[in-house]
């Protein structure tokens, strides 16, 4: 499984950006896709996880800002992210199953 996340940048704070992520390779649409987050110094931690039947599941620091969502047609998880702190500051990382992309970084910084 090949995922390409793209939608990173450097956004002030208060700012907003959109990542994307399209899985490729041995899918089979089933598998949960999802977003983690791993900011300098800390461990990875999950952000938001959607179902193909859209179930999702936030981690709690992150609702109200942060929306995930999917289009199974095109096999692209997206996360939207609103009031941007600096703290939000981290690579974005998205997940097919047990599979992590490479990341793309997001930094939140005036």
Known sequence: VQLQACGGGVVQPGGFLRLSC???????GLSI??????????????????TRG?????ADSMKGRFTISRDNDK???YLQMNSLK???????????????GQGTLVTVSS
Do not use: H
Not at 33 to 44: I, L
């Open 75 to 77: 096999n692209t998880v």
């Open 33 to 50: 896709m999802g977003w983690f987050r791993q900011a300098p110094g800390k461990q990875r931690e999950l952000v938001a996880t959607i």
């Open 86 to 100: 600096p703290e939000d500051t981290a690579v974005y990382y998205c997940s097919y199953g047990t599979n992590f």
């Open 54 to 58: 859209g179930s999702i599941n936030y």
């Open 22 to 28: 399209t899985a490729s390779g041995r899918i089979f």
